[in-house]
């Protein structure tokens, strides 16, 4: 099984700011099989990347992925108020179970 | 519009069963294959299991394997979860999503999430 560790547990940081998410998986996620999910109080999570680069319908060009191997980030270029949620990342290169990162909270600094 | 409405939920004692439906719209639900995902209050996200688009294959996780059954009625655009010896760490929301239209697992569209709480 595939685990993810996702950091920093919480950032803070103001709209208009950058915004640098990592997810380390603890074996190499072969053909950059990760996605990201966005969730906010009450709701669903919400898919925003998948095969680590590419972005979800209607997702807008400021969020972007990256990454390969054990090594991903999630940028959000100039946060805007409707950005501020949790963060999660997921595997699905491995074999089952599909698994997720503990997740990051991005809140208003 | 993609729809999946999650119902079943409620509070039941250690031990009993219960059953959750997703009912799903807007798509062609028998041509995808879809999850159950849970999440305890506060935490983060876990996958519970998996059905083929055409209910054949059916995949869990170890922490709910052979307490849990998934299952589908393509002519009804139904999916279910019935979950037995239900214990206090099973408390979650539950939802119900849907796997892309590729073959890899990964979500597309998800529920609202039903809460599922085991308690005496």
């Known amino acids: 099984e595939i685990v993810l560790t996702q950091s920093p547990g919480t950032l803070s940081l103001s709209p208009g700011e950058r915004a640098t998410l990592s997810c380390r998986a603890s074996q190499s996620v072969s053909s950059s099989y990760l996605a990201w999910y966005q969730q906010k109080p009450g709701q669903a999570p919400r898919l925003l990347i998948y095969?680590?680069?590419s972005r979800a319908t209607g997702i807008p060009d400021r969020i972007s992925g990256s990454g390969s191997g054990t090594d991903f980030t999630l940028t959000i270029s100039r946060l805007e108020p409707e950005d501020f949620a949790v963060y999660y990342c997921q595997q699905y290169a491995s074999s089952l179970p599909i698994t997720f990162g503990q997740g990051t909270r991005l809140e208003i600094k | 519009q993609v729809q999946l409405v999650e119902s079943g939920g409620g509070v039941v004692q250690p031990g009993r069963s219960l059953r959750l439906s997703c009912a799903a719209s807007g798509f062609t639900f028998s041509t995808y294959g879809m999850h159950w995902v849970r999440q305890a209050p506060g935490k983060g996200l876990e996958w519970v299991a998996v059905i083929s688009f055409d209910g054949n294959n059916k995949y869990y996780a170890d922490s709910v394997k052979g307490r849990v059954t998934i299952s589908r009625d393509n002519s009804r655009n139904t999916l279910d979860l019935h979950m037995s010896s239900l214990r206090a760490e099973d408390t979650a929301v539950y939802y119900c999503?849907?796997?892309?239209?590729?073959?890899?697992?990964?979500?597309?569209?998800w529920g609202q999430g039903t809460l599922v709480t085991v308690s005496s």
């Open positions: 999503a849907r796997n892309t239209e590729s073959y890899h697992y990964y979500f597309d569209y």
């Open positions: 095969g680590a680069s």
